[in-house]
């Protein structure tokens, strides 16, 4: 049976077979049965590399930290995770560097946590927000008839666990109901660059 570890662009975990391309965590989730009780611990969401140092891990080890995945860096970022800085060191400094920019002041990660706390979907911050479809940028995630849909290149592509699907253009300016919070579209727009899943070939 597999593991409730798999996480949304809305931040809901679930359990499936597919796997993912990028780690992460939230805290200490489950319980010795390896058996989820909560859906976050602390204000530090990150995302992580599946492979640093060689370091080897038991998933959901008992006292550890619930080991979370995504299909790639825009979903984790959609859910409300920044990059890990310690093992994504470089995406993590150029991460800080974009957010700041967006936001228009320098941030440290405590701050930039908080903010991602206020405006996470799961936690009923801005539980989806409205913006013309040109201003959105490459890398963030909108809701369509409540399935999550990836922008990229003048075109959506329709969210799965294993990949992204059903490639639809987009005509015309449309509002969309965003999932990707504020803050992150505007570390995009500023210039961040988050790794996207194979399977997009816009």
Not at 41 to 68: D, H
Not at 108 to 115: E, F, Y
Request: aromatic fraction near 10%; glycine fraction near 10%; proline fraction near 4%.
């Amino acid at each position: 049976m597999s593991l409730r570890n798999r996480v949304d662009p809305f931040g809901h975990i679930h359990a499936t077979s597919a796997r993912g391309c990028l780690m992460g965590n939230r805290g200490t989730l489950h319980n010795t049965d390896k058996k989820l009780v909560r859906e976050y611990q602390r204000n530090a969401w990150i995302s992580c590399a599946l492979e640093f140092k060689g370091r080897q891990r038991e998933v959901m080890a008992p006292g550890s930290y619930t080991e979370l995945f995504f299909l790639d860096e825009a979903t984790a970022l959609a859910a409300g995770h920044r990059p890990c800085a310690t093992c994504r060191r470089g995406d993590y400094k150029s991460f800080v560097a974009a957010f700041s920019k967006g936001i228009g002041a320098e941030l440290g990660p405590q701050d930039i946590d908080k903010i991602l706390r206020k405006e996470c979907w799961l936690l009923g911050g801005e539980g989806g927000w409205q913006s013309e479809f040109k201003k959105l940028p490459d890398g963030c995630m909108i809701a369509k008839e409540e399935s999550p849909w990836f922008v990229f290149r003048g075109a959506i592509y329709r969210w799965t666990f294993s990949g992204y699907v059903d490639r639809e253009l987009i005509v015309g300016n449309p509002v969309c109901q965003v999932i990707t919070s504020k803050s992150i579209v505007g570390t995009l727009n500023a210039g961040y660059c988050p790794f996207i899943h194979p399977s997009v070939n816009g």
